[in-house]
């Protein structure tokens, strides 16, 4: 059973309501933060929780809660689950507003969920994504609005993919929930504009540094033709390939090896988390 913490309050998840107020559901205003523990323990505490103040400083929301204090809900909450490990939602909202739009205080609420593994059959294959012609707003703030993946869900099941893969003006930024990657000879090169600063992408940056040459920078979309191999990062994705990508095949369509060389060390750097 799962456990919440709702603006200084635990209960289990079942009994929490947040009100007709909330700026959240009223105006679509409000962030999150997502992340695993591994051992027992929230992997890469110290990064989400930069990510979630940065977000939350951005969405001009006061963070009401403290590190440690919150680390202590963590702890709380991953007993009371009965589960080694979990995933965490962090969900922060504009709160409620006696004028529908004026911030006063924010809500947050700290959710523990069961872990949903991708597939194994997707690491074996590897996924196809589709190119989509958008960027996310705000793209450093990890926002709930996914309006447009859940609109396009019809077109990436149409085409047999599972996500999207943002594009704008041939500057390809990231899919809908997880960032991008390709792979040229011993070059690892990911897009620093327009993208969430996701926690998987720095840690496979630090994992690769020494085996390959890391290029943060714009990757156009003419830079597809010729990758060995494309992957995608996110906390619950870790390191999957990409071998598809609309009607363009990435290197001989099989998973590479270097995004299994990335993917054993990310699962060797969290198996000793
Ligand atoms: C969550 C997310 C990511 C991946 O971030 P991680 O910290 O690695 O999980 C990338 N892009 C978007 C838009 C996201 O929402």
Known sequence: MHYGYFNGTIAPTDQLAVGVTDLGLLRGYGLFDYFLTYNGR????????????????????PLLIGKEETY??????????????????????????????????????ILTEDIHPVPSIQYEQGIKVILDDYVREMAEVKSTDYKRVILMAEAIRAARASDLLYQKGGEISELSRSNFFIVKGERLITPDRHVLRGITRRTVIQLAQTDFKVEERPVLLSELYDADEAFTTSSTKKVLPITQIGELTIG????????TFLLERFNDFIKNW
């Open 72 to 109: 202590a809900v963590l702890m709380d909450l991953i007993e009371r689950s009965g589960s080694v490990d979990v995933a965490f939602r962090f969900v922060m909202t504009g709160g409620y507003s006696a004028d529908s739009i004026s911030i006063e205080r924010p809500n947050l609420l």
């Open 42 to 61: 929230p992997f890469q505490w110290d990064w989400y929780w930069e990510r979630f103040q940065n977000s939350a400083t951005r969405m001009h929301l």
């Open 252 to 259: 001989d369509g099989h998973v590479g090896p270097k995004a």
